[in-house]
């Protein structure tokens, strides 16, 4: 157990659903990401907030949206996805300000049918 | 940017062996490189990490040891057990303000009772 807890665990989706991942951590982390782990590829790095506040946006398309209400809980809103964006998704915790460990969460394994 | 090089993707030892994976960092910037070991089924979890004022950092049978100039760091296992049997991640920070972690393939590693 890591302290960062991730819902659902495994989620399937039609091409034309709406979902939602939801992220929560109790550490008193400042940071939170959002990482796609697909098969025989590097962890990617999809959005970074910082106090709340969206840091870094990797060149993710517009059907991943996150939010991030405060600074215990992320969400990554998923709409019109493709069968390419099937994956795990991980989110991390950080107390940010860079070189500090992350805290992964296990994981929301994703499939678009 | 980072660019974070890990090798072997594969790596097969038998019970009692060594076994050592190893990154190459591109930025010269970089100065925090963890370790992650991932289970199947679990997010990755932070096994050992090193900073760039110190060349060699040793926890238990786990040591990784870091080169500058050369830009590439090693995880070295020793005595393993089948228990060690996971993919490993290296990872670089990307020394910017939030210090975002870059990471590699991932090594899977068997170890064969």
């Known amino acids: 157990e890591t302290g960062v807890t991730q819902t659902p665990r495994h989620l399937v989706m039609g091409m034309t659903n709406k979902k939602s991942l939801k992220c929560e951590q109790h550490l008193g982390h400042n940071a939170m990401y959002w990482y796609k782990q697909s098969a025989k590829k590097p962890l990617e790095l999809m959005f970074v907030?910082?106090?709340?506040?969206?840091?870094e946006n990797n060149s993710v398309p517009s059907r991943f949206s996150p939010e991030c209400p405060n600074s215990s809980h992320l969400f990554l809103h998923l709409h019109t996805l493709q069968p390419e964006d099937s994956a795990l998704y991980l989110c991390a915790s950080s107390m940010g300000g860079g070189n500090t460990e992350a805290f992964f969460g296990q994981g929301t394994r994703l499939t678009v049918v | 940017g980072e660019n974070v090089e890990q090798h072997p993707s594969t790596l097969s030892v038998q019970e009692g062996d060594s076994a050592v994976i190893k990154c190459t960092y591109s930025?010269?910037?970089?100065?925090?490189f963890p370790w992650y070991k991932q289970e199947l089924g679990k997010g990755p979890q932070l096994i050992i990490d090193?900073?760039?004022?110190?060349g060699e950092k040793k926890d238990q049978r786990i040591a990784v040891t870091l080169n500058k100039t050369a830009k590439h760091f090693s995880l070295h296992i020793t005595e393993t057990q089948p228990e060690d049997s996971a993919v490993y991640f290296c990872a670089a920070s990307d020394g910017g303000s939030q210090g975002n972690l870059i990471f590699g393939k991932g090594t899977k590693l068997s170890v064969k009772p």
């Open positions: 090193i900073r760039s004022n110190v």
């Open positions: 930025d010269s910037a970089s100065n925090y």
């Open positions: 907030y910082s106090l709340e506040e969206r840091v």
